[in-house]
């Protein structure tokens, strides 16, 4: 880990044990962390060194951020930005990083393991089956930060592709009345509500598209949870011509019936 240095590093989905390699050294290594305290499960600081700076940014804005993180970075520390999930989906890193590059501050990204990824594992499901899906969009209902016209949820929903919405739970029946639109998913595609993937506190809800919305209310969940749709949740599907006896590949001989 370089002194003078800002490194963002995904801290997984909640987890502690699904933080990287490459980010628990960084953590354990760090002079000044700050950490998106509303969102990073905050036991991933017991790795921080006992003398290290460490800022909850839950209260801070964006230029609050950066007055830690550039002056700390140009006096020789080793500094550490620590994300929720992978901070390149919905991380807001972006403008941090263009604040750093006009600081003349140098900068590293560590990927972390996304929450999508996380809630996936959690239902036991797979986002691309043969024969039913293979394409996942990532996307978030419009409120507060609109989206473009182009990504309205009816117009992604048409596709019929494995749907993730992120940060959408309080808005879950905007989000099904739109997505209804779209002509593809009815009423009845299977859905899924995963409250704090990979967390000790994780909920589970399975659940249809048309029983979406009532089902987060009745559990009080409105933030901190992924909505997942599609038929990748059924039942239905094609095994992998990967791994069919009669599939010849670069590395084996397919087996002829």
Not at 9 to 31: I, K, S, Y
Not at 62 to 80: F, M, Q, S, T, Y
Not at 204 to 231: F, M, N, P, V, Y
Request: charged share 25%; net charge negative; aromatic share 8%.
């Amino acid at each position: 880990m370089e002194a003078g240095k800002v490194y963002f590093v995904g801290a997984g989905p909640g987890a502690e044990d699904l933080l990287t390699l490459r980010g628990a050294a960084l953590l354990e290594e760090a002079d000044v962390v700050v950490y998106a305290g509303s969102l990073v499960n905050a036991a991933l600081l017991k790795r921080c060194k006992p003398e290290a700076e460490i800022h909850d940014s839950a209260r801070l804005d964006l230029n609050e951020v950066l007055d830690i993180l550039i002056p700390a970075a140009k006096a020789g520390k080793r500094v550490v930005r620590l994300h929720t999930g992978d901070p390149s989906v919905y991380g807001a890193h972006r403008e941090q990083m263009d604040a750093l590059k006009a600081a003349a501050v140098p900068f590293e990204v560590c990927p972390g393991v996304s929450s999508f990824f996380g809630a996936a594992a959690s239902l036991g499901a797979e986002y691309t089956l043969p024969g039913v899906s293979q394409t996942v969009i990532l996307t978030r209902a419009a409120g507060r930060t609109p989206v473009p016209e182009k990504e309205r949820l009816s117009a992604l929903a048409a596709h019929g592709a494995s749907l993730v919405l992120f940060l959408s739970a309080g808005r879950a029946a905007e989000a099904v009345e739109e997505l209804l639109r779209g002509g593809y998913y009815t009423t009845e595609t299977p859905a899924a509500i995963v409250y704090k993937a990979t967390w000790p506190d994780e909920r589970i809800l399975r659940t249809t598209l048309g029983e979406l919305a009532k089902d987060a209310e009745a559990a009080g969940i409105t933030k901190t949870a992924l909505l997942l749709i599609g038929d990748f949740l059924g039942a239905e599907y094609e095994n992998s011509k990967l791994y069919d006896p009669s599939f010849t590949t670069e590395f084996r001989e397919g087996k002829q019936a």
